[in-house]
């Protein structure tokens, strides 16, 4: 077991402070044994996090949803792996992770990951379904799952649902406002929709420029240079029909349109500009949100959809080592995925403390973490997650072991290396 292994297990010894903990603590022993559930495994992450929405002062709860793909193309032991094209003639072989993160409408901070689900070639694995099917497709199990996290987790908060190019497609928009489900998409430049303002319709990559900057929402770091972000609207609807894909005898395709309502929607512009006014980057995002909520307040919501991937970042390269686990059993797995997620969960909330306790808790993990944290940063989640490691190292250390046991070996070992320490 190595360190990044064992940051959920050491944990457990708070346990005596929540029971959160302690359900940690078990989850990590047993994760290989199938009695343990992963709707159990899952019920200490929901607690928390509904415990942070519903004290937030917004009527709103961001909920950002993305796939990952994990990369398992060296571990020989796994039979169920996916197998998808890659860059060139190479394949991908994996799992497909997927998950929605919760996030602050007010400060952007993550939360929680409310649902995620695992896809291998035998099973797709959820915390909120036994019974998904493999066949379905990611904006099936989508509409699917935003339909539950609306009935069944208990939110008092209206769900923002905020999702990638991924999702672009008329068929969701006309299902998600059947449905009345909040939403937040950025859509690619190549569709049609009809302006009201203009009386005719037009590329969406042809319309946003006619948009002016609008409102300047912050100053962010991009690509190593300083930009403002600025976000403008326009009312658009959405006319034309939806595609379906159906497959021939002969294993070809053809297109079958569906033709739907109209969805009237806002079309928010939002672009990241250099210094000398250059558009550096830009995002074109579709809502059904109603106006009361500026465009500069989407524009912002938008932009703190980036906690997903810095989510999927903690557990693959800058926490967990997710691509690293030799679990053989897909289903172990999950039950591990869900247990470090934990930690993910309890990391964040104390980086969301202000009190004067957690800034010299925050402070104090990041000068034992081993890690850089840039000058105007205080701390990092992966600083505070490596900190926490060693921290609790420590303390389990010390209820081991006495102090003067701790005094004799180190004169062992300034014995054996012939230094003082």
């Not at 359900?23 to 009695?35: H, P, T």
Request: glycine share 4%.
């Amino acid at each position: 077991m190595n360190a990044k292994q064992k940051v959920a297990n050491g944990i457990s010894l708070f346990k005596a402070e929540t029971d959160n903990f302690s359900q940690v603590q078990a989850a990590w022993r047993f994760y290989n044994n199938e009695n343990v559930t992963t709707k159990a495994l899952q019920e200490p992450i929901l607690v928390d996090a509904l415990s942070a929405i519903n004290s937030e002062e917004s009527d709103y709860v961001l909920c950002a949803t993305d796939w990952s793909h994990i990369d398992y193309k060296h571990h020989h032991a796994k039979d169920d792996k996916i197998k998808r094209r890659s860059a060139g003639a190479s394949f991908a072989l994996g799992y497909d992770l997927q998950s929605t993160l919760a996030i602050s409408a007010v400060t952007g901070d993550p939360i929680a990951p409310l649902v995620q689900n695992l896809k291998t070639t035998k099973k797709l694995y959820s915390t909120y379904s036994d019974s998904l099917s493999l066949k379905v497709t990611h904006l099936e199990e989508l509409m699917g799952r935003a339909v539950w996290m609306n009935e069944h987790l208990g939110i008092t908060k209206k769900i923002v649902h905020i999702v990638d190019r991924e999702a672009d497609s008329v068929e969701l928009y006309r299902a998600f406002q059947k449905e009345q489900i909040s939403f937040l998409i950025r859509t690619k430049t190549s569709g049609t929709v009809y302006c009201p303002n203009l009386k005719k319709s037009l590329k969406i990559g042809k319309l946003a420029e006619k948009v002016a900057f609008g409102t300047n929402i912050k100053t962010i770091k991009y690509n190593n240079q300083a930009v403002s972000v600025y976000a403008n609207e326009i009312d658009v609807v959405i006319e034309r029909d939806g595609i379906k894909l159906e497959k021939k005898e002969d294993g070809t395709t053809k297109q079958i349109k569906i033709p739907g309502d109209k969805v009237p929607l806002r079309l928010i512009i939002e672009r990241l500009v250099a210094h000398d006014n250059t558009v550096v980057a830009e995002w074109l995002i579709l809502s059904n949100l109603p106006k009361e909520v500026k465009a500069h307040t989407l524009g912002l919501w938008y932009y703190y959809r980036w906690n997903i991937e810095s989510y999927f970042k903690l557990l693959k390269t800058a926490g967990f080592a997710l691509e690293q686990w030799q679990q053989e059993e897909s289903s172990a797995l999950f039950r591990r995925l869900l247990v470090v997620s934990l930690a993910c969960v309890l990391v964040w909330k104390l980086a969301r403390s202000t009190t004067q306790g957690a800034q010299e808790l925050q402070r104090f993990l990041v000068s034992i973490s081993g890690r850089l944290v840039e000058k105007k940063k205080v701390f990092t989640a992966p600083a505070l997650l490596a900190g926490l490691w060693t921290f609790l190292t420590i303390i389990e250390t010390i209820s081991v072991h006495s102090y003067e046991d701790l005094l004799r070996m180190k004169e062992e070992l300034q014995d054996i290396l012939g230094v003082m320490l």
